[in-house]
């Protein structure tokens, strides 16, 4: 049975993620209660991604509970698209309905378009790492990044004689993928019909063998110094679409949906499951009893190489709304109440992610997320995202799609790696015609 720990979170959790602060007034307090005291009737539209069922899910009791507790306040939720959320932003901008309060995910592209307004002191202090552009913040970071890594099956693991702690290096990962397949069963269930799933197995070989020896590479991309033909891109992919080609990716996972993954993976149908521990709620939902591990895949030379760090993602505020005071004072009303600590603690503890916050709040967690706090606090190197880097690393504006689409042909060999390689240089240069984020951003 999967142990859910009475035990608050011990020295790792504070030291990870949430270090404390002063609790003076002065400097604003996420423990402040919420509320707003005009009771004149207003409405605010809100969005916020849905892809992942326990978020979005979460992510609308607030919003109802928001309501309840003030009840002159209408929010309108505006849904998103799952597959691609930078397109229903977009969209709901280009039709003049920009919502009021923003999940803010592509924040670079939003705050030079000026649709984002500046977040006031008494939000911004409350978090331990914000990330400003031109020394102005517009984001509340509603978690720290995390790590990726495998949610395995306990079950099949043992009926195989497989355990994770032999797993040292890539290659030994895979010799179980290898094992796996051989005794019938899928090792790897993959969410491929919500492309941003391919995103986090691209993640993982960019990270291994690109940005680890260059952490600046998209930089550099833009300089003209470096090429997706290049020796090092040309490994990372090809060792993508070999773990795709050799049959250790369960079969239907064209058609797979990212919330179908935990169920695919509680029956028994695959083995193992590369994701962040956000999934791990929809995994003990899926069936209580199930027992599963998480681990992070070590590299060719057996070190741990993993995404964290803080981002500039988080809730936003639209420029226009701002220009409205009491709408304004609403919107920043619901992020301090967002961020209060029975609210904060439960999306934390359900949602399994890294607080951002500055004051300590202690909660429970369970087995597999201790072991996600060690592998962050103890790897060998952490960085965010090739999509997540700000500044002269961030990515052209729907580029990361296009790529993760291009790789997914490859793997149904519908395209090879040198032509796919070719095509993302052909690809950047459209895409970065008229947009730099240095020289000529847009």
């Not at 270090?19 to 400097?27: F, M």
């Not at 992020?335 to 500055?358: A, C, G, P, Q």
């Not at 996600?372 to 990515?395: F, M, S």
Request: aromatic fraction near 12%.
């Amino acid at each position: 049975m999967k142990q859910i720990c009475s035990t608050f979170l011990t020295l790792l959790m504070a030291m990870l993620a949430i270090s404390g602060c002063s609790k003076e007034k002065s400097q604003g307090s996420a423990q402040t209660q919420a509320g707003t005291t005009d009771k004149t009737p207003i409405t605010i539209t809100i969005v916020y991604a849905v892809g992942d069922q326990v978020s979005s899910d979460l992510m609308h009791e607030r919003v109802e509970n928001y309501m309840k507790n003030n009840p002159q306040v209408t929010i309108v939720e505006k849904l998103s698209n799952e597959g691609a959320y930078l397109d229903a932003i977009r969209t709901l901008d280009a039709v003049g309905e920009l919502p009021d309060l923003i999940e803010m995910r592509d924040t670079p592209l939003f705050v030079r378009a000026g649709k984002l307004g500046e977040l006031p002191a008494d939000i911004t202090g409350f978090f331990e790492t914000t990330v400003p552009f031109d020394s102005k913040v517009y984001t509340a970071p509603i978690s720290e990044s995390y790590p990726t890594g495998i949610v395995y099956s306990k079950k099949i693991f043992t009926q195989h004689g497989i355990k994770a702690e032999d797993i040292k290096t890539y290659n030994d990962f895979l010799v179980v993928c290898e094992k796996l397949k051989a005794a019938g069963i899928a090792p790897i269930v993959v969410g491929g019909a919500d492309i941003w799933h391919i995103g986090f197995w691209w993640g993982y070989f960019w990270q291994q063998e690109v940005a680890i020896k260059d952490p600046d590479w998209i930089a550099h991309r833009y300089e003209d110094k470096v090429h997706f033909t290049d020796p090092e891109v040309r490994s990372a992919m090809t060792s993508l679409t070999d773990l795709f080609q050799k049959g250790y990716i369960e079969k239907g996972w064209t058609s797979t949906g990212e919330g179908q993954c935990p169920s695919i993976l509680v029956s028994g149908q695959a083995a193992m499951y590369y994701i962040g521990p956000f999934a791990f709620q929809q995994i003990m939902e899926a069936d209580p009893d199930f027992e599963f591990g998480f681990f992070a895949i070590p590299d060719k030379n057996g070190k741990i190489n993993v995404m964290g760090g803080p981002t500039p993602q988080g809730w936003a505020i639209n420029a226009e709304t701002q220009k409205d005071s009491v709408k304004a004072e609403v919107v920043y009303d619901f992020i301090r109440y967002f961020f209060s600590k029975d609210v904060y603690t439960e999306f934390l503890t359900k949602t399994n992610m890294i607080s951002s916050l500055k004051e300590k709040y202690s909660y429970p967690t369970n087995e597999q997320f201790q072991e996600v706090l060690r592998i962050a606090a103890t790897a060998n190197n952490k960085q965010l995202n090739w999509n997540q880097k700000p500044g002269p690393n961030e990515l052209p504006p729907n580029f990361r799609n296009f790529c993760y689409k291009l790789v997914s042909e490859w793997f149904l060999g519908v395209s090879t790696i040198d032509a796919g390689l070719r095509t993302m240089d052909q690809e950047w240069a459209n895409a970065t015609k008229d947009f730099n984020p240095v020289k000529n951003p847009q």
